[in-house]
């Protein structure tokens, strides 16, 4: 298969200047195929989420480029990237509208990119597509379409995020901690969620998370990273045959050898 995404030779430092200057990135180079579901693990301060900021283009590179579909992204604007790239969030209420109604929320999400109307959009034959999409997710969500998305369940709302990054198609999907704030029980629906639409419309995901067995249980390729360094990549077969036991190990010899 052939490359979505590379990252080639990327620098990334904070505080540059500053006592507290932190190299991250150095001469960092990753490359992501088609069609691959990438959990990523890691320590706070590893990379994982400065990596998905770089990826949508909320945080700058030092140096370094940015291919998507071998088209050089790295000085696009956040909003421009925002037309091929969906992102969910770990806060539920980032990834939507919460003073505007499900279907409100859900023709936004449709007319993302283009020009924005809610009341040309919000016409009887979308409203019964939009009911039928709503269906699909088993939440009951569509008997709600007129309830404002604020006073929807975290759960409903994240599932709902999840709708909307992926109603429009997309070239990748970017999941940032998106089960975190979820109890256990709505966390593995939204998994479940997850992975059906992600199988379904076949998108290319990275999926930064602090579940380990979600690392191990979902997608086709896992990555650990440490200090902007990638410590574990593992795929297809090599993937399959990881435990948690085995990301235990080498996160705790990490955890040591840093003095934790």
Do not use: W
């Not at 990753?30 to 945080?59: C, Q, Y």
């Not at 959009?121 to 009911?131: D, F, P």
């Not at 574990?232 to 840093?258: M, P, R, V």
């Amino acid at each position: 298969m052939p490359n979505l995404l590379s990252f080639k030779n990327i620098y990334k430092t904070f505080n540059t200047g500053t006592i507290d200057e932190m190299p991250l990135f150095i001469d960092f180079n990753l490359d992501i195929k088609e069609g691959e579901f990438v959990s990523i693990v890691g320590s706070n301060g590893s990379g994982k989420t400065t990596l998905l900021n770089l990826v949508s283009g909320s945080a700058p590179l030092d140096s370094g480029e940015i291919y998507l579909k071998e088209e050089n992204i790295t000085k696009s604007k956040e909003h421009m990237r925002a037309r091929k790239i969906g992102r969910v969030y770990q806060d539920p209420s980032l990834g939507t509208a919460p003073n505007l109604t499900i279907v409100e929320n859900l023709a936004l999400a449709e007319n993302k990119g283009h020009g924005y109307g809610l009341s040309l959009a919000l016409n009887k034959k979308k409203i019964e597509k939009y009911r039928e999409i709503l269906k699909s997710l088993n939440l009951g969500l569509e008997d709600k379409m007129n309830t404002k998305v604020k006073k929807l369940s975290g759960g409903q709302r994240q599932a709902l995020a999840l709708l909307m990054a992926t109603m429009t198609p997309i070239d990748l999907l970017l999941l940032d901690e998106h089960t975190a704030a979820l109890d256990p029980k709505t966390s593995e629906a939204i998994m479940a969620l997850t992975n059906r639409i992600i199988k379904e419309k076949k998108i290319t995901t990275l999926m930064v998370t602090h579940n380990l067995r979600y690392a191990v249980e979902y997608g086709d390729r896992l990555l650990m990273f440490n200090q902007g360094k990638i410590v574990i990549d593992k795929s297809g077969q090599d993937k399959e045959k990881t435990k948690i036991e085995d990301l235990l190990k080498t996160f705790n010899e990490i955890s040591i050898e840093c003095g934790n």
